[in-house]
């Protein structure tokens, strides 16, 4: 079992900027279990499905984005910390959405959500016009 923990959202303006962290539970078996995991990102707005945003493979040395956030969301890792980040920069307001961070328990970068093993909570990004 792995337990992750989304935190990091909030309220910003149109043109701002936003961090996600995703941490991993500090149980030992997660710690080991953390680096085998590739981790995605997705977001849910209000009456709309959960949608892919974007994903990492093991090492960090692979990211694919949906093309609305290419070149303003960086998604990275830190193995060390067990935690992945979502840097969003230029937000807009269809960006609004609850945040999901998920681990996969496969190589590569998966963009299906049903590829994914474990999900967290959840946090919320509103991008006010």
């Known amino acids: 079992q792995m337990q992750l923990v989304e935190s990091g959202g909030g309220l910003v303006q149109t043109g701002g900027s936003l961090t996600l962290s995703c941490a991993a539970s500090a149980r030992e078996t997660s710690k080991r279990a953390f680096n085998t995991h590739s981790m995605g990102w997705f977001r849910q707005a209000p009456g709309k499905e959960r949608e892919f945003v974007a994903a990492i493979s093991w090492t960090g040395g692979t990211t694919t984005y949906v093309d609305s956030v290419k070149g303003r969301f960086i998604v990275s890792r830190d193995n060390a910390k067990n935690t992945v980040y979502l840097q969003m920069n230029s937000l807009k307001p269809e960006d609004t959405a609850v945040y999901y961070c998920?681990?996969?328990?496969?190589?590569?970068?998966?963009?299906?959500?049903?590829?994914?093993?474990?999900w967290g909570q959840g946090t919320q990004v509103t991008v006010s016009s």
């Open positions: 998920a681990a996969a328990r496969r190589g590569g970068v998966p963009i299906k959500n049903y590829e994914y093993n474990y």
